[in-house]
């Protein structure tokens, strides 16, 4: 079997992913003979978190699994106010790993709300970010692509302001920018912010261009993040792809053709890439 392998210039950690693990591996570092809590998956990457596992972090479920006045990380989508709350009963030391765009955008979404806007997000009603953002805004109004499938869009004679997760599809948030404001009303403001991730943006441009120029396309990223879920999507519009977390998960089978295509999301560590990058060429060698 002979195959060429393309890997992405956007591949590994986006910025903030890598230096919240930074900071996950300074605490471990410093404070080896104390217990680092994790509220979660801080990231959504099984195999990087098994590695921070294995140098000692604890993952748990919940706040009350944490002993008070405990090390805690906060995850990088974002953290409700009654959580912090909770925290700080607790006495519970933070580290608070939250991604710059996500601070961002949280800080537009309450700022919205403040001037007298209605808040409208675009993303999965289910996500963590997403159900961070609804704590600091109750009224807040969730759009994902369900309703846009379903043509699921009504609006008010009111002001709307308009975000999105940082994770999200770009032409998904354009395609719901141009509802509203073909739907929007004379005399009412329509303000819009482009909240997604810069580094978002530019894997799902080049995974256009790696797919329509491959066989097969693997896209790898931890099954519960987003934003490899959306590289994976877009991709198989143009060739045949697969959503791999682990190595293991891929077989000779999967790589006919003469071009195969690797990118991976934002929380997928360059180790992990290089190991994929490693059973690819045992496979087709």
């Known amino acids: ?67 008070d006045a405990s090390l805690v990380l906060l995850p990088s989508h974002g953290t409700p106010p009654e959580l912090r709350r909770r925290c700080d009963e607790k006495n519970l030391r933070i580290i608070d790993l939250i991604c710059v765009y996500v601070r961002r955008l949280q800080e537009i ?95 799902q441009r080049e ?5 329509k120029h491959c066989d097969v396309l693997l896209v790898i990223g931890g099954k519960k993040s987003a934003n490899t879920k959306r590289l994976y999507e877009i991709g198989k519009e143009y060739t045949k792809a697969y959503h791999l977390s682990s190595p293991e998960e891929l077989t000779r089978d999967m790589l006919g053709g003469d071009r195969i295509g690797l990118i991976s999301g934002t929380s997928t560590p360059d180790w992990l890439v290089e190991k994929f990058k490693q059973r690819i060429s045992e496979l087709i060698s």
């Open 1 to 67: 079997m002979s195959a060429k392998l393309i890997v992405a210039s956007n591949c590994g950690f986006c910025i903030g992913v890598r230096n919240a693990v930074k900071l996950v591996e300074r605490a471990l570092s410093e404070h080896p003979n104390e217990s680092i809590y994790s509220l979660g998956m801080f990231i959504h990457n099984e195999e990087e978190i098994a590695r921070l596992v294995r140098k000692g972090l604890r993952v748990v479920d919940s706040i009350e699994d944490v002993p």
């Open 207 to 211: 995974v256009v261009e790696l797919a």
């Open 109 to 203: 979404a309450v700022n919205l709300r403040k001037e007298g806007f209605s808040v409208v997000m675009v993303g999965d009603k289910d996500h963590p970010e997403v159900l961070a953002v609804n704590s600091l805004i109750p009224e807040l109004i969730v759009i994902d692509k369900r309703d846009v499938l379903n043509d699921n869009l009504s609006f008010n004679f009111v002001n709307y302001g308009v975000i999105s997760q940082t994770t999200q599809s770009i032409q998904l948030y354009k395609r719901i920018v141009e509802k509203l404001i073909s739907g929007s009303f004379p005399g009412k403001e329509l303000r819009i912010f482009n909240t997604i991730c810069r580094d978002v943006i530019d894997r």
